[in-house]
């Protein structure tokens, strides 16, 4: 399973590009919204690009077919490789088909259940992204949605690839992995959460305190 970056933040993003177990972000307006509302969408967009050098997703705001297509020209224009990001609604679907037709790759988004997974499948979406976190805010089990969506995919031979999103803690992403995803995509502060343990960080401490140790003793040794 590959690990994407779910934010807009400059500074996280080049930090995980850094850490080399990152290819892609994932952005949407509300990650946008974040961010310092001086710099342009498509300046922001462009330094994320130029930074993971991989997957980038970014959504549409249009809510109906014809302005979605003009958003996916203008983000293509922007850099061709761009994944356009279109939430699943019956509109949503339309433009995912027109894309799908010219090549384009698209992330569906805002995916809740194996039917509106499988209706992106059928409209030729690269990705489909489902939400973890929001499912379980409201006492649906994620995973057992993501385990159904996984499932599906095995027995349908989709070719969609699966991103796990809405990811709220650790947890979520040995969930996405054990189910199948194919990318979790995770905030970065959720990202460093996975990375720690009290163990490692104990278990350096010791190792580098037993060199010195040696390191000392050799030196009482040979008078150094
Ligand atoms: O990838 C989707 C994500 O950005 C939504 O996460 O935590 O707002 O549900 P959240």
Not at 3 to 17: F, G, P, S
């Amino acid at each position: 399973m590959e690990l994407y970056v779910d934010t807009a933040n400059i500074e996280h993003i080049r930090h995980a590009a850094m850490l080399g177990c990152v290819s892609g972000v994932t952005t949407n307006p509300s990650l946008l919204a974040k961010e310092d509302p001086s710099v342009d969408v498509k300046q922001r967009i462009l330094e994320i690009h130029e930074l993971i050098g991989g997957h980038l997703s970014v959504e549409v705001v249009s809510t109906v077919t014809k302005g979605m297509l003009k958003e996916a020209e203008d983000i293509i224009s922007w850099f061709p490789e761009a994944t356009i990001k279109i939430p699943i609604i019956p509109d949503g679907l339309a433009a995912v088909k027109e894309l799908s037709k010219k090549g384009i790759p698209t992330n569906v988004t805002l995916v809740f259940s194996p039917t509106q997974a499988i209706a992106a499948a059928n409209a030729g979406a690269t990705y489909v992204s489902v939400f973890m976190g929001r499912l379980d805010d409201i006492a649906i089990s994620s995973n057992d949605v993501l385990n159904d969506i996984c499932e599906i995919w095995e027995v349908q031979d989709y070719e969609s690839k699966i991103i796990a999103a809405s990811i709220r803690h650790p947890m979520h992403i040995i969930e996405a992995a054990k189910a199948g995803a194919d990318i979790a995509t995770v905030p970065y502060k959720v990202l460093m959460q996975s990375l720690k343990s009290p163990l490692t960080d104990s278990g350096l401490e010791q190792f580098l305190s037993d060199y010195d140790k040696m390191q000392t003793e050799r030196q009482k040794i040979l008078n150094i």
